[in-house]
């Protein structure tokens, strides 16, 4: 695997409905990103985890949000009740160690819409 | 807290030279980096500068002078697969237990004409 993996692509919602979102980084790399892009903007920082620790939640992460790495390996992203609000793309992001001079990987992203 | 500016949109011509400015304030700083992003993908890794100085890597530079908080990428020979959003981030923190979030510009979409 060379690339960060998120599955579904798209998504398509009801308003109140639960949705999960899956990402699988770079195998070796240890910190993991949530992005959240909405159109004409750029990615807003959502959650970060280094290894299985969640260490930082962004205010955008209200409490219907929650984000699990339970081995340290792949993640997940759970919104509950979701919102038309919550339309977006989300993106997942790894990279190995501190910053270094290759940046971010991100993944292709999950395209959720709620109608 | 954080600001970030670029332009909301430029044109320019096939081959042809294009910058691309952007101008930030925040609160502590660890490094500027400029992403590429394709309508509907994801974005994708340019450059980074955490010192001040031109980076040059192929048909893209990239300018950072920290002291006026302000950064340029510089497309030379511009292709039509250059039309692409570009995304001016940085990192504002620099800790042993920093995260190293990225927080970005709106972008600037390039669109390069024939």
């Known amino acids: 695997d060379t690339g960060v993996s998120q599955d579904p692509r798209h998504k398509i919602t009801k308003r109140g409905q639960n949705v999960t979102f899956r990402c699988d980084p770079i195998?070796?790399?240890?910190?993991l990103y949530w992005y959240r892009q909405t159109l004409g903007q750029g990615p807003e920082f959502l959650t970060y985890?280094?290894?299985?620790?969640?260490?930082?939640k962004s205010r955008l992460l209200s409490d219907r949000f929650s984000a699990e790495r339970p081995k340290g390996s792949f993640s997940t992203l759970e919104i509950q009740r979701t919102e038309q609000g919550d339309s977006a793309m989300y993106l997942c992001?790894?990279?190995?160690?501190?910053?270094?001079?290759?940046?971010?990987?991100f993944g292709s992203g999950t395209r959720l819409t709620v109608v | 807290g954080q600001n970030i500016d670029q332009p909301t949109e430029m044109t320019a011509t096939e081959g042809a030279i294009v910058q691309i400015n952007c101008t930030y304030q925040?609160?502590?700083?660890?490094?500027l980096f400029w992403y590429q992003q394709h309508a509907g993908e994801a974005p994708t890794f340019l450059s980074y500068?955490?010192?001040?100085g031109l980076e040059e890597k192929g048909r893209f530079s990239s300018f950072l002078s920290r002291s006026k908080g302000y950064s340029y990428l510089l497309l030379k020979e511009l292709q039509m697969k250059d039309s692409a959003s570009y995304l001016c981030?940085?990192?504002?923190?620099?800790?042993?237990?920093?995260?190293?979030?990225?927080?970005f510009g709106k972008g600037t979409k390039l669109s390069v004409i024939p």
């Open positions: 992001a790894s990279i190995l160690g501190p910053l270094s001079d290759y940046g971010y990987t």
């Open positions: 195998s070796e790399h240890n910190r």
């Open positions: 985890f280094q290894n299985e620790a969640q260490l930082e």
């Open positions: 925040t609160s502590g700083f660890n490094g």
């Open positions: 500068n955490v010192l001040d």
């Open positions: 981030a940085v990192t504002p923190r620099s800790s042993g237990a920093g995260s190293y979030q990225l927080t």
